[in-house]
């Protein structure tokens, strides 16, 4: 019932830029946290960055100072921009999101279907 959507991915340069968005739907209420994960070939997934309600945001060491992640909460809607991409940030992108259940008892971790980004020349 309660899904994340990402749009699409694609092929870019090194150097280049691309964003990501993400919405999530069928609930009500807003995401507490929503973020990117990424799974390169090969590799286990890890955390790209993550924004709170609030707008508090944490980067992987790796993408920082190249990538923003920012949140419309009125449209339940969380993007990422990748700037200076490089072909190490190659790997499929998912979108992550906690919603609250339960009258707010709980989060409910959800996923997008992921969407790959591959940077190359």
């Known amino acids: 019932q309660v899904q994340l959507v990402e749009s699409e991915g694609g092929l870019v340069q090194p150097g280049g830029s691309l964003r990501l968005s993400c919405v999530a739907s069928?609930?009500?209420?807003?995401?507490?946290?929503m973020g990117w994960y990424r799974q390169a070939p090969g590799k286990q997934r890890e955390l790209v960055a993550v924004?709170?309600?609030?707008?508090?945001?944490n980067y992987a060491d790796s993408v920082k100072g190249r990538f923003t992640i920012s949140r419309d909460n009125a449209k339940d809607t969380v993007y990422l921009r990748m700037n200076s991409l490089k072909p190490e940030d190659t790997a499929v992108y998912y979108c992550n999101a906690k919603v609250p259940v339960g009258g707010g008892s709980r989060d409910l971790e959800i996923w997008g279907q992921g969407t790959l980004v591959t940077v190359s020349s």
């Open positions: 924004i709170t309600l609030g707008g508090s945001t």
């Open positions: 069928g609930n009500i209420f807003s995401p507490n946290t």
